[in-house]
């Protein structure tokens, strides 16, 4: 299983970004989707998290800004973020949870998908 983030980028503040967390491998499904940050010198915080059954969680700090969903025909998570603020600039990393085939295996992982850099501009 590999993870693969996309979507980064500079972007002014009071717009908008969606990152993409796509899963390859021959997966079954991904049941739960985490959004974690990075800024420099700080440590990694949780960003936001769904499960199955669509049960969500957003830090205080992105609540009603951003979005986390997942598409499961797609194996892919995504983050929606909007009214971008300079202090939302990080690098953010997804982690995915769910089952894929090992041989006829049906086996679960967690992985971290690749850092991917956020720019808010003032």
């Known amino acids: 299983v590999q993870l693969q983030a996309s979507g980064g980028g500079l972007v002014q503040a009071g717009g908008s970004l969606r990152l993409s967390c796509t899963a390859s491998?021959?997966?079954?499904?991904?049941?739960?989707m985490k959004w974690f940050r990075q800024a420099p010198g700080t440590s990694r915080e949780l960003v936001a998290q769904?499960?199955?059954?669509?049960?969500?969680n957003y830090a205080d700090s992105v609540k009603g800004r951003f979005t986390i969903s997942v598409d499961n025909e797609k194996f892919t998570g995504y983050l929606q973020m909007g009214s971008l603020k300079p202090e939302d600039t990080a690098t953010y990393y997804c982690?995915?949870?769910?089952?894929?085939?090992?041989?006829?295996?049906?086996?679960?992982?967690?992985?971290w998908g690749p850092g991917t850099l956020v720019t808010v501009s003032s």
């Open positions: 982690f995915a949870e769910g089952y894929y085939y090992d041989g006829a295996a049906l086996t679960g992982f967690g992985h």
């Open positions: 491998g021959r997966i079954e499904e991904i049941h739960t």
């Open positions: 769904t499960s199955s059954g669509g049960a969500t």
